[in-house]
C-alpha cells in the first residue's frame, strides 16, 4: 500500500488518498453447507487491488464539503473447487470470479453550511452515498440462485440549531425513498431450497426530530 496526505489553498483543502495491492493466498469465505450450517472454506488465491482518496474542502467560513470514494478490484487468481484433485470436475468458482460482498465502487459526498439565526448557531446539511453492485456468494451456482445486490443511491437532508444547553435536529433520510437490497441469503443450501431469496433492505424514507438538552 502507498498512500499521500496533501494540503492546498492555505490549509483549507486536504487531499489524501492510497493505492493498495493484496495477494491473498487460501482466501477464505463463508457458505451454507448442505446440511445447511455455516461452512468456512478455503478458495485458493485471491488478489484485490484499488484506489481510495478523500477530498475535505472549507470553502468558506461557513461551507465545508468533503467526500470519499474506493475503488476495489477483488477477484479469484485461482479457480475454486470442492475437490482440489478433481478440478475442474468439481469446479465451483473459475479463476477471474469477483470476489462476494465488495463492490467494484463507492462513494459518498457532504455539504454542510453552519450559519446563525436569530443569533442562534445553526446549519443545513445535505449527503449523497453511492454503493455499486455485490455478490453474496462466491459459487457461481449459488449466486445464480441469489441474484444480485444492484448498486444503489441515497441522499440524506438535516439541518439544526442550538442555544446554550439545547439543541433541535430535523433529518430527512433516504430521501427518495430508495429500496436498495444491502444483503441477501437463503435459509438453507440454494441448490435445496431453490430460488426462495430473503433480501435485507434498506431504511425507507425517515422523518426524524431530535431535541437534546444537556445538563
Known sequence: EAGWKTSWADDTLHWNGALFLERWNDFQFSFLGPNSLT????????????????????????????????????????????DPTDCPGSLKAPKGQELPITPMFKANLTARYNFNAFAWPAYVQGSVVYNGSA????????????????????????AGIQQDNWAIDLSLQNAFD??????????????????QTYIIPNQPRTIAIKFGQKF
Open 39 to 82: 461452512v468456512i472454506a478455503n478458495a485458493g488465491a485471491a488478489e484485490i487491488k484499488g484506489a481510495e482518496t478523500s477530498i475535505d474542502w472549507r470553502a468558506t467560513e461557513n461551507l465545508t464539503i468533503n467526500g470519499s470514494a474506493t475503488y476495489t478490484d477483488a477477484y479469484l487468481t485461482k479457480p475454486y473447487c470442492k
Open 135 to 158: 455478490w453474496d456468494d462466491l459459487r457461481t451456482y449459488e449466486r445464480g440462485v441469489l441474484g444480485k445486490n444492484p448498486a444503489y443511491t441515497v441522499a440524506n437532508f438535516s
Open 178 to 195: 430508495e429500496r436498495a437490497n444491502l444483503y441477501r441469503y437463503a435459509q438453507c443450501t440454494p441448490g435445496v431450497c431453490g430460488p
